[in-house]
């Protein structure tokens, strides 16, 4: 056979190993966090809201340059 073909076929196998081990530790992260909410008295689905409303440091909402709706300088 012609070695790209075997090279592009060996790749492709990797990344499926690879997505198929990611999809299992995102599996065993959102059991064991789960496992600490309701450990906590949480339940799942629950909105958490931070002490001081969301504000940043000065009061103000602290939108990070990330969004795309910011208009503030923080």
Do not use: C
């Not at 690879?18 to 992260?29: D, G, K, N, P, R």
């Not at 629950?46 to 969004?67: C, F, H, M, Y």
């Amino acid at each position: 056979m012609d070695p790209r073909h075997d090279a592009r076929a060996e790749e492709l196998d990797n990344l499926k190993l690879a997505l198929a081990t990611f999809a299992l530790q995102l599996e065993a992260f959102e059991l064991r966090a789960r496992e600490g909410l309701l450990a906590a008295g949480i339940a799942p689905g629950t909105a958490v809201v931070q002490p001081d409303g969301g504000a940043g440091p000065r009061g103000k909402i602290d939108w990070s340059i990330r969004s795309a709706g910011s208009t503030w300088d923080a």
